[in-house]
DNA sequence: AGCATAAATAATAA
DNA sequence: TTATTATTTATGCT
């Protein structure tokens, strides 16, 4: 299901600056092109310039896509999709291939007006065909979206006393065991070898959290 | 920022069967009060149920509460709220204290009919005013909320090749690191102690992904 | 343009 | 509910 293309092309970066909100407020007092020179500033830059509407840039509505990003987000979350999902399933349907992180970034309006303009339609187009499969039940918008019906959530693994503590022997030697040493304790264990790998994941972050609270002395 | 009540209120635990959809269809086939014999079943199982209409369990229209808990989910995301956020504010505001798993039951359904009629109306009344606040600017929205204003994302962390290897030759002598294990790795790398714990669990994934990939061998 | 992975969020066993 | 596991989102980098 989640086999990712391995695609390497090689294209010229936007070279995206990405300054923080802080850094936004002192560069706008110097007023107009606030932003790099003559080069590429994303949406979410550009939109958030405080005087004159933000109206066109290039031929661009920059407020319309600032809204249009909004709504896509809410209304990918209400028929329950991830970025993922939607980023797969446009791979699929459409030509180019569409990345989470494409997806990610539209929404967040960290990209260019230029690669706004361009994705929207498409966006657009898919997300009410989306909408439309939904409306003739889940099952249908599963099929559309491709691959797995109903993908159901990986049921939560419940260890053996036995097991936690032959793992947190493991631990105390070593937080951060080798691919091999997880696989060995696996096969010890007879768990999944990723159930296993989790486990000293979240076994670690336990460990962050509780020393964090024991540094605030909220501890009993 | 996160700091968890600790008040341990002890009440009358619901008991909640959670059987998985699998399970219900066999049960199902039975017909007629179909899950559990007198005692509390989800909201979720009930209105699953297939033949007649479900109408009103002891009195309370659960078709009703099943419509609000996904529209209070699409409209907590369109304040950009988490089930945390949402389950602290309560915590501040209501008397009793509303935890994260709290406010995630309620919108998954996993809940007795009774818990969740009673949780509605405070979820109803709290959220209205929560839009209330957000139609005034996101700001108030968030001093309602309580807490942070805005609290930012936390930089991504860029490691140097040098503490990679470090933390890779740690790694492979143990994958689990105890809590002390980690101070002192994160004390001789000179990073945040939290930076160096989540390291190690997202490493434990990638591993665990790797080691999936290769049984099928779609490696390369 | 997107991979790799750091960080955050949701779901669930206990 | 808490403690923990699993999934999703965001971002540094090339």
Same mark, same amino acid.
């Given at each position: *299901?989640?086999?990712?293309?391995?695609?390497? /092309?090689? !294209?010229? $970066?936007? #070279?995206? +600056? %990405? *300054?923080?909100?802080?850094?936004?407020?002192? /560069?706008? !007092?110097? $007023?107009? #092109?606030? +932003? %790099?020179?003559?080069?590429?500033?994303?949406?979410?830059?550009?939109?958030?310039?405080?005087?004159?509407?933000?109206?066109?840039?290039?031929?661009?509505?920059?407020?319309?896509?600032?809204?249009?990003?909004?709504?896509?987000?809410?209304?990918?979350?209400?028929?329950?999709?991830?970025?993922?999902?939607?980023?797969?399933?446009?791979?699929?349907?459409?030509?180019?291939?569409?990345?989470?992180?494409?997806?990610?970034?539209?929404?967040?309006?960290?990209?260019?007006?230029?690669?706004?303009?361009?994705?929207?339609?498409?966006?657009?187009?898919?997300?009410?065909?989306?909408?439309?499969?939904?409306?003739?039940?889940?099952?249908?918008?599963?099929?559309?979206?491709?691959?797995?019906?109903?993908?159901?959530?990986?049921?939560?693994?419940?260890?053996?006393?036995?097991?936690?503590?032959?793992?947190?022997?493991?631990?105390?030697?070593?937080?951060?065991?080798?691919?091999?040493?997880?696989?060995?304790?696996?096969?010890?264990?007879?768990?999944?070898?990723?159930?296993?790998?989790?486990?000293?994941?979240?076994?670690?972050?336990?460990?962050?959290?509780?020393?964090?609270?024991?540094?605030?002395?909220?501890?009993?």
């Amino acid at each position: *299901p989640s086999t990712q293309a391995a695609s390497a /092309v090689v !294209s010229q $970066s936007p #070279v995206v +600056i %990405a *300054p923080q909100p802080s850094v936004m407020k002192t /560069v706008t !007092s110097l $007023s107009s #092109v606030p +932003i %790099a020179c003559g080069d590429t500033a994303t949406v979410g830059q550009l939109v958030s310039k405080p005087q004159q509407a933000v109206g066109d840039e290039e031929g661009i509505n920059l407020e319309e896509i600032r809204e249009f990003a909004k709504n896509f987000k809410i209304r990918r979350l209400s028929l329950g999709l991830t970025q993922t999902q939607v980023g797969q399933a446009l791979t699929a349907t459409e030509g180019p291939a569409y990345s989470q992180s494409a997806i990610c970034r539209f929404e967040k309006l960290d990209i260019t007006p230029k690669s706004a303009q361009k994705l929207k339609p498409v966006l657009e187009r898919w997300l009410a065909e989306a909408e439309l499969w939904n409306q003739k039940g889940q099952q249908n918008l599963m099929e559309f979206v491709g691959g797995e019906p109903s993908k159901k959530r990986k049921r939560r693994t419940s260890f053996t006393p036995q097991a936690i503590e032959v793992l947190n022997t493991y631990f105390e030697k070593n937080a951060l065991p080798t691919g091999q040493e997880i696989t060995e304790i696996a096969k010890e264990l007879n768990y999944d070898r990723e159930v296993v790998r989790v486990w000293f994941c979240n076994r670690r972050q336990t460990l962050k959290n509780t020393s964090k609270i024991n540094v605030f002395q909220v501890q009993q």
